[in-house]
């Protein structure tokens, strides 16, 4: 593309009163030979855009550098006619928040700074190409996996909403766990009153729904593709045959707590019962003590049995519905015999909102006792009854209540992973991510390799590079983050709903299953477009790979978050461009250097480095760069700008998409040159990890481990380098963090390699 540049200056918000703007004219119009440079004081009004538009209508400019607030906000102001997209470029300057608002006005280090910020700026533009939609032959159907509750209304609403729907199920029949229950909990006002469970007629609405389709007794063979363009072979006792879909909702629900565990609670005992047990007997018939068959006089529920227990194999978490689940099952008890004992032990009853009222309802019972405490045993007693030992209760002294029957309220495990496996894998994983001694990265490629197939990975058969199975986070749920991806896996395109993605009850899986719906259509709409999904919702980009130069090392494989890189029996990664959330990990992680999007490559951010002016050692003026992740650090800097928060005006801010695609020569071009230091800021990661692409701030960690020892050996100072984690609130710790590395720096002295 031959560009044609046009800079336009803002001076409006401060930034005409804080800079010289006559001079950052000459440096587009003079160092950069830019045929167009306007100036106005209030560039994202009418009049400041119709200069642009303007000039584009013209042709007189094709490469647009606006240099006003942050490319975080007025963006519909400066998105212009979409028939510009292919052929122009845009970058953005961010002259107000992180120049005039955070520095000493008509200073000269602040004038510094704005000059620099509009070179990177003008460069940046320079070596963008514009970008096009690839178009693919999208398919607008659902599937969704999972007949319960959750997959029902998921099939409906997705339905109603217009798309075809490809409804799987594994059982013969249609309605999971809750068709099998008597009644479900209070839906609506006045919330004091159980209510039948409305499945059937759900079910009756899905199976005469024209445009959902559905398959009960089947299996997912295959899952192959990628969001728009996904075959699914499916096998229902005949010949395999294949559904082509653009999203997937795992709505696969629960099953529940292995009770063989609580052999200490009594289970095993034939009085001892599971509360799945008991929805099912009381759904059945009249509630017996099943070692006699004789109507029940005196039950004990014990709630949290093997759940929020920190032990081996017990579940560590609430399942949410259990406590609502023991009130109504208490109900049917009191409906059989208004007589009967009825004991609850509990932890702490768990009832939120409007719940409360149904709560407050069964308590004032007269022969209902809800106590707190612990049941430390559970034995056999004299005439064919039952005797629970409860100690920590409220009344301070242990007891023995002899009951016929003892129902023990255990938790939901999702249907999406075992427990113990994926945890070895994640962890394994980790080990192979890390890049470990090569004795340690073999061992944990075993384990990942025999672990890869477990529970749970027969549900959707994913023939992608990082195995079959959805990843998970804590506990086995299919989910991504709850912050920053409600509803998403890490495999783009696929869906978390319900039970499978966390605890919750039939009210929340239908809400649930709605937004599930929403992100499976945004994500076929967006793919019809060739755009990515969250966290770059609608960026055209995509990474290409120039393979003459692969070494098939398998790095950007093995990085990739969300397994949108495939590799051939050669180990030449296979790219799938709709998997892409065009995160640039996979950029950073290649050592040859032969990954790059038309707006965001090595060479571009090289070529940013060199713009910044370099003062020599005599000025004492340092030059660090900061690299900002543009999802959390880049936003916080802008709030500190935005409350008028001053840090030192030596830093120059480079915003990545990710600090994950940090190339490290970048590290080495900034010092090469004489750059002071270097300052990384990044998402925080851990177990809890706010990352937006998963873990792109721990392999820049990662990373930077190694030019550390590589600064060292070349008797750099490795305190010239430093990674900072920040939530995108940091406001204040960022310009703490500024300062105090400023000030580190100059502890250090000049890079002794400036002027080199």
């Not at 533009?125 to 996996?145: C, D, F, H, N, W």
């Not at 978050?561 to 892409?580: A, L, M, V, W």
């Not at 250097?593 to 038309?598: A, E, G, L, Q, W």
């Not at 370099?614 to 000025?619: G, I, N, R």
Request: proline content about 5%; some cysteine.
């Amino acid at each position: 593309m031959d560009k044609r540049l046009g800079v336009y200056l803002c001076s409006g918000c401060s930034i005409g009163e804080s800079v010289d703007v006559a001079k950052l004219e000459k440096v587009a119009g003079g160092e950069y030979k830019a045929p167009v440079c306007r100036t106005h004081p209030f560039l994202c009004g009418e009049e400041g855009l119709a200069l642009i538009r303007k000039d584009l209508t013209e042709g007189t400019v094709n490469a647009v550098v606006v240099a006003a607030c942050s490319p975080r906000v007025k963006t519909s102001e400066f998105s212009f006619d979409p028939k510009f997209d292919t052929q122009m470029v845009l970058d953005r300057v961010n002259l107000r928040e992180q120049v005039a608002w955070c520095h000493k006005p008509k200073d000269e280090d602040t004038q510094m700074l704005a000059e620099d910020s509009l070179r990177i700026g003008i460069v940046r533009a320079q070596k963008m190409e514009p970008l096009e939609t690839v178009p693919g032959e999208i398919s607008r159907a659902l599937l969704v996996v999972g007949g319960g509750v959750t997959g029902l209304s998921a099939a409906l609403e997705a339905a109603t909403a217009g798309f075809d729907v490809v409804l799987v199920e594994k059982q013969a029949q249609l309605g999971g766990f809750a068709a099998a229950m008597k009644k479900d909990i209070p839906r609506g006002a006045p919330y004091t009153e159980a209510r039948m469970d409305g499945v059937s007629e759900r079910i009756q609405a899905v199976t005469s729904h024209p445009r959902i389709k559905v398959h009960c007794s089947t299996k997912i063979l295959k899952t192959d593709g990628q969001p728009g363009m996904f075959d699914v072979t499916l096998q229902n006792g005949s010949d395999p045959f294949v559904h082509r879909v653009g999203a997937i909702v795992m709505a696969t629900g629960w099953k529940p707590y292995d009770a063989t565990r609580l052999t200490s609670l009594g289970y095993g005992f034939p009085d001892v019962i599971t509360n799945l047990e008991f929805e099912e007997m009381a759904a059945a018939g009249p509630i017996v003590q099943p070692s006699t068959g004789q109507p029940v006089e005196s039950v004990l529920f014990v709630q949290c049995a093997g759940s929020r227990d920190s032990e081996p194999g017990h579940l560590p978490y609430c399942s949410s519905t259990c406590c609502m689940n023991t009130l109504k099952q208490t109900e049917y008890i009191r409906e059989q015999n208004s007589d009967a004992q009825v004991f609850v032990i509990y932890k702490d009853m768990v009832t939120p909102g409007q719940y409360e009222k149904y709560y407050q309802k069964v308590q004032e019972q007269p022969l209902n006792f809800f106590m707190k405490g612990t049941v430390t045993g559970v034995e056999k007693g004299d005439n064919d009854r039952v005797v629970v030992n409860v100690d920590n209760n409220l009344l301070g002294s242990p007891m023995r209540i002899p009951v016929d029957l003892v129902v023990l309220a255990t938790g939901m495990v999702p249907n999406s992973a075992d427990g113990l496996a994926i945890r070895t894998l994640h962890d394994a994983g980790l080990k192979v991510l890390r890049n470990e001694s090569d004795e340690q990265r073999q061992a944990a490629e075993k384990v990942v390799e025999q672990y890869k197939h477990h529970e749970g990975t027969e549900i959707l058969n994913l023939t992608y590079r990082q195995g079959p199975d959805l990843p998970v986070l804590r506990d086995g749920f299919s989910d991504s983050n709850f912050i920053c991806f409600p509803y998403e896996t890490l495999r783009t395109g696929i869906y978390a709903a319900g039970a499978v993605r966390a605890p919750m009850d039939s009210a929340l899986a239908e809400e649930d299953a709605c937004g599930a719906v929403m992100k499976a259509i945004q994500s076929i709409e967006l793919a019809t477009r060739g755009q990515a999904v969250h966290p770059r919702a609608g960026d055209l980009s995509f990474p290409s790979f120039f393979l003459q130069r692969c070494t098939s090392c398998k790095r950007c494989t093995e990085e990739c978050p969300f397994g949108s890189i495939d590799e051939d029996e050669k180990g030449t990664p296979k790219f799938n461009q709709y998997r892409c959330r065009r995160c640039g990990i996979c950029m950073g992680a290649c050592p040859e250097r032969i990954v790059s999007f038309k707006n965001y490559s090595v060479d571009m951010i090289a070529s940013m480095l060199k713009a910044i002016e370099v003062p020599d050692e005599t000025e004492d003026k340092p030059r660090i760069v900061i690299f900002a992740c543009e999802n959390d650090a880049y936003p916080a800097i802008d709030m500190a700008g935005m409350r008028h928060a001053n840090y030192d005006a030596s830093v120059r801010i480079i915003p990545l998409r990710c600090l994950g695609s940090m190339n490290i020569v970048w590290i080495a071009d900034a010092l090469s040159r004489g750059i002071d230091g270097v300052l990384l800021m990044g998402c925080k990661f851990g177990d809890d990890y706010q990352c937006h692409f998963l873990r792109g701030s721990e392999l820049a960690n990662r990373r930077l481990d190694n030019v550390k020892d590589t600064l060292n050996r070349l008797q750099l100072e490795s305190d010239r380098i430093k990674l900072v984690q920040l939530a995108i609130d940091g406001h204040e710790q960022v310009t703490q963090e500024i300062d105090a590395f400023v000030t580190r720096i100059r502890e250090l002295g000049p890079n002794p390699y400036k002027g080199f």
